[in-house]
């Protein structure tokens, strides 16, 4: 099983693009079968019969959600005061005129 049941590869040069990391004809080479690989295993791991009605993900869900106490369990929205404007500034890489400088996105 490829990563995908409607491509018949993993296009890693479309995926290093989005995060903007240029690769040789080599490393696309490696990469890719690495890639799917992985994909491959993670098909493999999806058809396994677990013996249960659904994941183990649904039932923290539904227990947590139903008043449990683990990670995904509800808690009251409460506003917290953020970091000082000053202790903000003086982690940021860069300021111009008081504002943070971040790169541009889009083109």
Sequence with gaps: MRFSENADRMDVRYVAALARIELGDEEAALL????NDIL???G??????LGG???LADEILARD????TGPMAWREDVPEDGLP???????????RHG????PKIIE
Excluded: I, M, Y
């Excluded at 404007?85 to 300021?95: D, G, S």
């Design 44 to 49: 493999e791991l999806k058809e396994l019969d």
């Design 53 to 55: 009605e659904g994941s």
């Design 65 to 68: 959600v139903d008043g449990g």
């Design 85 to 95: 404007t000053e202790e903000a500034r003086a982690l940021a890489p860069a300021l």
């Design 99 to 102: 504002q943070f400088v971040v």
């Design 32 to 35: 890719e079968g690495q890639l």
């Design 40 to 42: 491959a295993f993670v």
